[in-house]
């Protein structure tokens, strides 16, 4: 896919400087450019590369004046940071428009299916699906009976969405998600042998919710998973039955959530984090990478460690914790000096 300079000025409104038919059909680093390629300048740091690069257009920022000769094309732009992420936006909405239904696919004939949808090869849509418009469902896709999906929704190859799932508008669910599995709810019996409990809920994603590669979001035992408006999930994510988690809240990779917790919105929770079953946590929380939450968490609070302390005592603690073994020996010394 190639476009020209005077292409990329459109959509970004740019001004440009050069030869406005230059071509480009892939992007580079400005460091590493090569002819053919499109790449960007916004940190001064690298302004150097700029007249070394050869890469055959460059978006910069308006303010950019060269003082010595260039060979690539420039696009002067208001934000050439937030253009080129712009530009990258717009191709992959063109890389991605895909219409139409492959085959073999199985679609339920009670399926409902909106306007102007992709749906890839191997894909099986079961009873009572509801698709809305403009809905991307790529290869190897099972969506199970009784499932809604929202307009605009991607669903990338391989994932498994389990019936009575309801997807909101303008979701992405990444390759390998499986949304709606049981949720781990067993009971001993007499005899002490563990008996599955049925998990009967389902799992709701509200609007503008991404779900990264390999997450999973279990089905409630009774009522709904609930991950709200704008949250964003990174890959290999486990959130457990009954868990909610609120409006554009983030969570970085390999964090579990057990059962039942509820999460405020606006919080940031980082990678490896582990939070306990039936608690609460507040609104604009930031937890930080392999801490463990087994305690309610207040609204505004930072924390770290395993179990988890506030942010600011974990790092006055921690300088102790590293001198530990030198405190030690001098309590030790203090004990056999009194002693004396």
Request: with cysteine; proline share 2%.
């Given at each position: 896919?190639?476009?020209?300079?005077?292409?990329?000025?459109?959509?970004l409104?740019?001004?440009?400087?050069?030869?406005p038919?230059?071509e480009?059909?892939?992007?580079?680093k400005i460091?590493?450019g090569?002819?053919g390629?499109?790449t960007?300048?916004?940190?001064?740091?690298?302004t150097?590369?700029?007249y070394s690069?050869?890469?055959?257009i460059?978006i910069?920022n308006?303010?950019?004046?060269?003082d010595k000769?260039?060979?690539?094309t420039?696009?002067?732009?208001?934000?050439?940071?937030?253009s080129?992420?712009?530009?990258?936006?717009?191709?992959?909405?063109?890389?991605?428009?895909?219409?139409?239904i492959?085959?073999p696919?199985f679609?339920?004939?009670?399926?409902?299916?909106?306007e102007?949808?992709y749906?890839?090869?191997?894909?099986?849509?079961?009873?009572n699906?509801r698709i809305?418009?403009?809905?991307?469902?790529y290869p190897?896709?099972?969506?199970?009976?009784?499932?809604t999906i929202?307009?605009n929704?991607?669903v990338?190859a391989?994932?498994?969405?389990?019936s009575?799932?309801?997807?909101?508008?303008?979701?992405?669910?990444?390759?390998g998600c499986?949304?709606?599995?049981?949720g781990?709810?067993?009971?001993?019996d007499?005899?002490?042998?563990?008996?599955?409990?049925?998990?009967?809920g389902?799992?709701?994603?509200?609007?503008?919710?991404?779900v990264?590669a390999?997450?999973t979001i279990d089905?409630?035992?009774?009522g709904s998973?609930v991950i709200?408006k704008g949250?964003k999930?990174?890959n290999?994510?486990?959130?457990?039955?009954?868990?909610?988690?609120g409006q554009?809240?983030?969570?970085?990779a390999?964090?579990?959530?057990?059962?039942?917790t509820?999460?405020?919105?606006?919080c940031m929770?980082?990678?490896?984090?582990?939070?306990?079953?039936?608690?609460t946590?507040?609104d604009?929380?930031?937890?930080?990478?392999?801490s463990g939450?087994?305690?309610?968490v207040?609204d505004?609070e930072?924390?770290?460690?395993?179990?988890a302390?506030?942010?600011?005592a974990?790092n006055?603690?921690?300088v102790?914790f590293?001198?530990?073994?030198?405190?030690v020996?001098?309590i030790?010394q203090?004990?056999?000096n009194?002693?004396?």
């Open positions: 896919m190639k476009f020209t300079a005077l292409q990329i000025a459109g959509i409104e740019g001004e440009i400087v050069g030869d038919e230059t480009v059909s892939k992007l580079s460091e590493e090569e002819s390629s499109l960007f300048l916004a940190n001064p740091k690298y150097n590369y700029i690069t050869q890469a055959s460059t910069v308006k303010d950019f004046e060269a000769p260039l060979t690539t420039l696009i002067k732009v208001e934000d050439a940071y937030k080129f992420s712009r530009l990258l936006e717009y191709y992959n909405q063109v890389k991605m428009n895909k219409t139409g492959e085959q696919v679609v339920a004939e009670s399926a409902s299916l909106g102007e949808i749906i890839g090869a191997f894909s099986y849509l079961g009873e699906v809305g418009s403009n809905v991307k469902i190897n896709v099972f969506i199970g009976d009784n499932v929202g307009d929704t991607i990338f391989g994932a498994k969405i389990y009575e799932t309801v997807i909101g508008k303008s979701c992405v669910i990444n390759s499986i949304i709606g599995a049981d781990f709810g067993y009971a001993p007499e005899n002490g042998a563990l008996q599955k409990v049925p998990q009967t389902n799992v709701i994603l509200e609007d503008h919710v991404d990264g390999a997450t089905r409630a035992t009774l998973t709200r949250v999930l990174d290999q994510i486990q959130i457990a039955h009954n868990v909610e988690i554009n809240t983030v969570i970085a390999q964090t579990g959530i057990a059962g039942s509820k999460i405020g919105k606006n929770i980082g990678g490896q984090v582990g939070i306990v079953g039936h608690i946590i507040g604009g929380v930031k937890i930080q990478a392999q939450i087994g305690r309610n207040k505004g930072v924390l770290q460690g395993s179990p302390l506030g942010y600011s974990y006055k603690s921690y102790h590293k001198n530990l073994g030198t405190i020996d001098r030790h203090l004990e056999k009194n002693k004396k």
